[in-house]
């Protein structure tokens, strides 16, 4: 198993190898220390191949990779680019428009509405743009970046993000907009104060002194400062061409958002059942108090920390000890990082009031129409709460309810188990949706949730719905 130890070897297994069990019968060592390797939780800490021919087979194995894994997406979705009219992210990228996870053949929304979890699960109906997501490379795992990320981190620092075994999957459109604008609390009146650049090392002081105090900007520095991970570091086990410095918290949270970089999440066991991870928005950490998609730690510093000691690291600390781990001073770094983050603000949202519900004087029809399936026939409010649309829970959607369980390109796709209640507001800006990303456009996550939770939505009310969301 790639990720697992190997046992002492047993008398009887040793007698085998060296006396043999007679003709046909003889058991090699390679096969009898395979069935002898047990399933670890840690990551072979020596690796025995020489980084050269590592990496020219990786190099060799990735466009069979690629290949399976875009079969994959053409499969489940409608990959083309349809832009929504008139609705654009904070900087002006288009929104993507539709349903675009694809039907089994014969079948419509409505037919599948109609049936119960019983009976899609039985007949296979279940969408496959509803299962699981896989990373482009599920058994090998990592933090993958898309080229308009690798490209402008180059130009800025000379770091180069890219691997020499993989590439990101979903196309770009699909993605939040690059660079994403960033607010502050503590400074509505600024508005984007990204200026439209992406924040890096090479550029924050420059940027933020004299709008943030030292604390905060001791903070940031941090956030854009790179530190070693677990594909990028100076070691013979990593996935760039050249030892490599390693990664910033704002390389994946960029600008204090997100830029469509993906990863798999550090606290599952075994590899096949670890989550595709889509990196949330760090705006609004200030509302929340739950932090992680399933580990429910409690407070922005603990996140924090734990990224830095383990998840940077697939959640393994012996092997952040080999590749350099970076233990974070909790009274000072960790403070600085934290309080920053803590300022990071949703963006406006000129139709909503003081609750956070629509004012009526500024709301469309649809839109309040939406508001009113939000908070009632919908049940979303349930879960998603105004005037920030969380409830600081988690909650268990139990989809296994529609399919049986299966393998995806390394990924086994059964119980997801209880995730987080991530904020919607500003949900427009941060596609693509569900923790895993499988989740496309929004009109994907209505259908999506009109199946799981049973609610028969009419066609115009789907559409109201989105509407409503486009506006939070």
């Given amino acids: 198993m790639k990720n697992g130890y190997r046992w002492v070897l047993g008398l009887p297994v040793l007698a085998m190898l060296m006396f043999g069990l007679g003709a046909g019968t003889a058991v090699t060592k390679e096969k009898a220390e ?20 590592t990496m020219e087979r990786m190099k060799k194995e990735k466009p069979q990779i690629m290949s399976r894994q875009m079969d994959l997406l053409k499969k489940r979705y409608d990959l083309s680019h349809k832009a929504a009219k008139d609705v654009t992210m904070s900087r002006g990228k288009a929104v993507q428009e539709g349903v675009r996870v694809n039907l089994p053949d014969g079948i419509t929304w409505e037919k599948l509405a109609a049936l119960t979890p019983e009976e899609i699960k039985e007949k296979g109906l279940w969408p496959a743009g509803f ?3 896989p990373h482009p490379n599920h058994p090998e795992g990592g933090m993958v970046f898309a080229k308009y990320h690798i490209d402008e981190i180059k130009k800025q620092e000379g770091r180069d993000l890219t691997r020499f075994d993989l590439d990101f ?4 459109h699909f993605l939040p907009e690059f660079p994403p604008a960033m607010y502050l609390t503590t400074r509505p009146d600024l508005g984007d104060v990204s200026q439209g650049k992406v924040i890096t090392l090479m550029n924050y002081y420059e940027l933020f002194n004299g709008i943030l105090n030292p604390k905060q900007l001791e903070g940031l520095r941090l956030l854009v400062t790179p530190f070693p991970q677990q594909q990028f570091n100076q070691t013979e086990d990593r996935r760039s061409e050249l030892p490599s ?3 910033t918290c704002f390389d994946c949270h960029t600008n204090g ?3 469509g970089a993906t990863h798999l999440v550090g606290d599952i066991r075994p590899q096949e059942f670890r989550h595709r991870l889509d990196i949330p928005t760090l705006r609004g950490v200030n509302i929340q108090r739950l932090f992680g998609s399933q580990r429910a730690l409690k407070s922005v510093e603990d996140f924090t920390e734990f990224e830095q000691r383990a998840a940077y690291f697939d959640g393994d600390p012996v092997i952040g000890t ?9 009274g000072h770094q960790v403070h600085c990082m934290a309080e920053f983050q803590e300022i990071l603000d949703f963006p406006p949202a000129p139709k909503l009031n003081i609750y956070g519900k629509l004012d009526p004087k500024k709301a469309n029809d649809s839109e309040l129409r939406g508001q009113e399936i939000f908070l009632n026939k919908g049940q ?10 969380t409830d600081n829970l988690m909650h268990n959607l139990k989809t296994e309810r529609f399919f049986k369980p299966q393998m995806i390109n390394g990924r086994m796709a059964n119980m997801d188990g209880p995730i987080k209640t991530f904020p919607l507001r500003g949900i427009k800006d941060s596609p693509p949706y569900l923790h895993d990303g499988r989740l496309l456009t929004l009109e994907d996550t209505v259908e999506f949730f009109n199946l799981v939770q049973g609610l028969n939505l009419t066609d115009q009310e789907k559409k109201d719905l989105v509407a409503f969301l486009r506006v939070l």
């Fill in 131 to 133: 299962l699981p997501l």
């Fill in 380 to 389: 979303c409010a349930v879960c998603h709460q105004p005037p920030y649309y």
């Fill in 169 to 172: 999957d979903l196309p770009d």
């Fill in 34 to 53: 395979k069935a002898a390797t047990p399933a670890s939780s840690y990551s072979p800490v020596v690796i025995k191949e020489d980084f050269a021919v």
């Fill in 245 to 247: 410095r390693g990664v």
């Fill in 257 to 259: 958002h997100a830029n």
């Fill in 322 to 330: 080999k590749k350099g781990i970076n233990i974070l001073d909790r």
